[in-house]
């Protein structure tokens, strides 16, 4: 199984960026997705979750600015992060619990993270 981050960059303080990740593999279902982030010198911090049927968690420093959704169909998770501030400033990973025909009770796998970098 391999997860797939795309979509960081550098952006100016309130400006948006759209975070995607692909779930590929031998998968036969996947429950809840996650966006984590960390900071350099900090700690990986949960920004955002959405179960499979669609509910929603966020971090509170992210709430009413960030987005989580995700397309069921393509193994997909989105993170829509608008008025961005320079404390966003991060590498973001996604996560997500997944079902393989090996692992019935699933396992918790990680991308490789997407810099996003906001300049004040």
């Known amino acids: 199984v391999q997860l797939q981050a795309y979509g960081g960059g550098l952006v100016q303080a309130g400006g948006s960026l759209r975070l995607s990740c692909v779930a590929s593999?031998?998968?036969?279902?996947?429950?809840?997705m996650y966006w984590y982030r960390q900071a350099p010198g900090k700690q990986r911090d949960l920004v955002a979750a959405i179960t499979k049927d669609g509910s929603t968690n966020y971090a509170d420093s992210v709430k009413g600015r960030f987005t989580i959704s995700r397309d069921n169909a393509k193994n997909t998770v989105y993170l829509q992060m608008n008025s961005l501030k320079p404390d966003d400033t991060a590498v973001y990973y996604c996560s997500a619990n997944i079902i393989l025909p090996t692992t019935p009770y699933g396992g918790r796998y990680w991308g490789q993270g997407t810099q996003v970098t906001v300049s004040s």
């Open positions: 593999g031998s998968i036969v279902s996947i429950n809840t």
